[in-house]
């Protein structure tokens, strides 16, 4: 198994930019988590789908985040414009509901906004 | 909401030193889980406790989860170098499924 897997693994772009993070998550996951993580703030879930669908989005920052799961193998956190202070690296995640919580990460996205 | 506090935010051992790290929810929560990150890389499941009063053991490590299911606590008999990274607890609340993780405590040993 490939484990979860993100793109790009690094990301440098400019003020006003749109950025769009992809995530493929662990085949037979059906829940799929997106994290932020900052010195300043920690671990933060941002959304999570069951299914496809959005269940929680409450951590999402503001309209400018968006994210979306059109089917059960990939996932984008899209951020239009982007800002310096949404730098930060973002992690997805996976698990299979009834197996365990345990959460599977993928390596992350590292995000500069400069 | 549900806020997971960790303590202490930083530790730094002498190799063959113990360590632990302290974690407490203001809410009863259904299970705590631990991860371990390494320097750049991502968090990595150690642990998932259920039950009230659970004590687990993995090598070196033990993990315990308190009789009212609000805090939980990692302890590392004679840290290794290769101990050196961020602990995390998170943990999930009666009702729902979304791990709240603490902030993390960032261990570093010195050889």
């Known amino acids: 198994d490939a484990g979860v897997i993100q793109s790009p693994r690094h990301e440098v772009t400019e003020m006003g930019q749109e950025v769009t993070l992809r995530c493929k998550p662990i085949s037979g996951h059906d829940y799929l988590f997106w994290y932020r993580q900052t010195m300043m703030r920690g671990l933060e879930l941002l959304i999570y789908?069951?299914?496809?669908?959005?269940?929680?989005d409450s951590g999402m920052p503001e309209d400018r985040f968006s994210a979306k799961m059109p089917n059960a193998s990939f996932s984008t956190l899209k951020i239009q414009p982007s800002e310096p202070r949404d730098s930060a690296v973002y992690f997805c995640a996976s698990n299979r509901q009834g197996v365990s919580y345990e959460q599977y990460f993928g390596p992350g996205t590292r995000l500069t906004v400069t | 909401g549900q806020q997971v506090m960790q303590i202490p935010q930083y530790q730094h051992v002498q190799e063959g030193e113990d360590f632990t790290t302290y974690c407490n929810s203001s809410t009863t929560l259904s299970n705590i889980q631990w991860y371990k990150q390494r320097p750049g890389g991502h968090p990595v499941f150690l642990i998932q406790?259920?039950?009230?009063?659970e004590v687990k053991k993995q090598k070196r490590l033990t993990f315990q989860f308190g009789e009212a299911k609000k805090n939980s606590s990692l302890h590392i008999t004679a840290t290794q170098t290769t101990d050196v990274g961020t602990y995390f607890c998170?943990?999930?609340?009666?009702?729902?499924?979304?791990?709240?993780f603490g902030k993390g405590t960032s261990l570093l040993v010195t050889p």
């Open positions: 998170a943990g999930i609340p009666n009702s729902g499924y979304a791990l709240n």
């Open positions: 406790l259920v039950k009230s009063g």
């Open positions: 789908f069951n299914n496809n669908v959005p269940i929680d």
